[in-house]
Nanobody
Framework: QVQLVESGGGLVQPEGSLRLSCAAS????????MNWYRQAPGKQREFVAT???????NYASSVKGRFTISRDNAKNTLYLQMNSLKPEDTAVYYC????????????WGQGTLVTVSS
């Protein structure tokens, strides 16, 4: 089983920046679509960003222009660069991997808390 381990969460002021990392125990980026989701207290988990094995990206409208998803295949690591952070971005952020050829094969990280507050 591939493990996903997140890091980089913490407390940041509004308009600040933070970079989240998701390290995979094995090289899976050649076939897996990688995603970031987030869940605020009392709310449902929501989609944030995605990147395919071919490098195509897409973002939720709420973060478009502020967040950037990327990966480093050599380091087996997924990133989420978050700029111009708002209090509304406060949530637990989760790394997710989906195998496009096997719909039932999906992996989740443990989550990392991002708190945006002055």
């Amino acid at each position: 089983q591939v493990q996903l381990v997140e890091s980089g969460g913490g407390l940041v002021q509004p308009e600040g920046s933070l970079r989240l990392s998701c390290a995979a125990s094995r090289n899976i980026f050649s076939i897996y679509t990688m995603n970031w989701y987030r869940q605020a207290p009392g709310k449902q988990r929501e989609f944030v960003a995605t990147i395919t094995s071919g490098g195509s990206t897409n973002y939720a409208s709420s973060v478009k222009g502020r967040f950037t998803i990327s990966r480093d295949n050599a380091k087996n690591t997924l990133y989420l660069q978050m700029n111009s952070l708002k209090p509304e971005d406060t949530a637990v952020y989760y790394c997710n991997a989906k195998n496009p050829f096997l719909s039932g094969l999906e992996l989740w990280g443990q989550g990392t808390l991002v708190t945006v507050s002055s």
